[in-house]
């Protein structure tokens, strides 16, 4: 779970995972937060790592190898702004489980799609769309939203020699994973308002931005595709 300046979220999430029995077995990376996250996870006596790298990518993958040192198989990505409901983490890492995935992408589709109570904001939702449009020209895949909670194999993660550092990260563990043929499934997840305000999605220019660093990802991997690791 990458952690950056998320105090307001911390303190119901951290009461949530002790009672599901996750608390022992998250990973908290924090990537520089100043507003005293790291002491509230240090308090929880959850295991906190550190990042000093900025980027989203940077502490998913710090979290990702010492999970793997652990001795796990499949890790789940999380966020820690309490969008994602840590109930719902069997929900994502079964298909993994039963073999019946590599990877497993949570979809906010009522979030994106659905009733006006609960949705995105527009310009999130509008981005979306406009990310399912092009995975499905460029790449065929039929996503009604790529969201960031997901479970995936360590052994994939670490064939797929995944770069984007930034707002890309996800999008390019996607693509990756259906140009090696690695089995992808998707799963509805629920979507629950953040406190705080979001460092993406909650503003145009937070938005464009990840805009910008995805097309250029999705473009790259069409053009020149890309070679895993053996």
Same mark, same amino acid.
């Given at each position: 779970?990458?952690?950056?300046?998320?105090?307001?979220?911390?303190?119901?999430?951290?009461?949530?995972?002790?009672?599901?029995?996750?608390?022992?077995?998250?990973?908290?990376?924090?990537?520089?937060?100043?507003?005293?996250?790291?002491?509230?996870?240090?308090?929880?006596?959850?295991?906190?790592?550190?990042?000093?790298?900025?980027?989203?990518?940077?502490?998913?993958?710090?979290?990702?190898?010492?999970?793997?040192?652990?001795?796990?198989?499949?890790?789940?990505?999380?966020?820690?702004?309490?969008?994602?409901?840590?109930?719902?983490?069997?929900?994502?890492?079964?298909?993994?489980?039963?073999?019946?995935?590599?990877?497993?992408?949570?979809?906010?589709?009522?979030?994106?799609?659905?009733?006006?109570?609960?949705?995105?904001?527009?310009?999130?939702?509008?981005?979306?769309?406009?990310?399912?449009?092009?995975?499905?020209?460029?790449?065929?895949?039929?996503?009604?939203?790529? @969201?960031?909670?997901? /479970? =995936? *194999?360590?052994?994939?993660?670490?064939? $797929? #020699? %995944?770069?984007?550092?930034?707002?890309?990260?996800?999008?390019?563990?996607?693509?990756?994973?259906?140009?090696?043929?690695?089995?992808?499934?998707?799963?509805?997840?629920?979507?629950?308002?953040?406190?705080?305000?979001?460092?993406?999605?909650?503003?145009?220019? @937070?938005?464009?931005? /990840? =805009? *910008?660093?995805?097309?250029?990802?999705? $473009? #790259? %991997?069409?053009?020149?595709?890309?070679?895993?690791?053996?």
């Amino acid at each position: 779970m990458p952690v950056l300046d998320e105090a307001a979220a911390l303190p119901a999430l951290l009461a949530e995972l002790r009672d599901l029995g996750l608390l022992e077995r998250t990973l908290f990376v924090d990537n520089g937060s100043s507003d005293g996250s790291r002491g509230l996870i240090a308090a929880s006596g959850a295991t906190l790592l550190h990042e000093a790298r900025r980027g989203y990518g940077y502490p998913c993958l710090t979290g990702a190898r010492a999970a793997a040192a652990r001795g796990a198989r499949a890790v789940v990505f999380m966020e820690a702004d309490g969008t994602d409901d840590p109930a719902q983490v069997r929900h994502l890492v079964g298909p993994i489980f039963a073999a019946e995935a590599e990877l497993v992408v949570g979809s906010r589709r009522e979030a994106v799609h659905g009733a006006a109570a609960g949705r995105m904001p527009l310009h999130q939702r509008l981005g979306n769309d406009w990310l399912a449009f092009n995975l499905f020209i460029f790449f065929g895949l039929r996503l009604s939203d790529d @969201g960031p909670f997901r /479970a =995936v *194999r360590l052994d994939l993660l670490e064939r $797929l #020699r %995944l770069e984007e550092r930034a707002y890309a990260f996800p999008t390019e563990m996607l693509v990756k994973a259906r140009l090696v043929g690695a089995r992808i499934a998707v799963r509805d997840t629920r979507y629950r308002p953040r406190a705080g305000r979001s460092k993406i999605a909650g503003t145009w220019r @937070g938005t464009l931005g /990840a =805009v *910008r660093d995805v097309f250029w990802c999705l $473009l #790259r %991997l069409r053009l020149f595709g890309f070679r895993p690791r053996q």
